[in-house]
């Protein structure tokens, strides 16, 4: 398989439709926070700050970008509010809304086979 920064290789997407899809819907996820941010905008629109206090310790440039890409790709929508100070909003779109099921079974499949964490009960 080959990707190139403009795309995928015509050949490829037209010999290979399956593979395509797999690798066009991992593209778009691509990103160590994208899933994580995709599942707390289900179902709730949530403001920039709310993000980055969910996400902890993640840099507000590396936050930027990763809500940039999904903005760009269409998973999600961005509202920012003429208030002082600006109020920005992000929700998902119904294109976002569509990769939901794709994290409810990522989510089965880690409860399933993920390692549960030992506790010290003492």
């Not at 395509?20 to 599942?39: D, E, M, P």
Request: aromatic letters at 14%.
């Amino acid at each position: 398989m080959r990707v190139c920064n403009e795309g995928f290789d015509k050949e490829f997407i037209n010999e290979k439709s399956d593979m395509y899809a797999i690798a066009f819907t991992q593209n778009v996820l691509s990103g160590r926070w994208k899933y994580f941010i995709l599942w707390f905008l289900k179902g709730e629109t949530r403001r920039y700050t709310d993000i980055k206090k969910f996400l902890g310790g993640l840099s507000q440039g590396s936050l930027t970008n990763q809500l940039k890409e999904l903005e760009n790709d269409g998973i999600i929508k961005r509202e920012v509010y003429p208030e002082v100070p600006p109020r920005v909003e992000y929700s998902l779109t119904d294109k976002g809304i569509k990769l939901l099921p794709i994290l409810e079974k990522m989510t089965d499949f880690g409860k399933e086979y993920g390692e549960k964490p030992e506790f010290d009960e003492g």
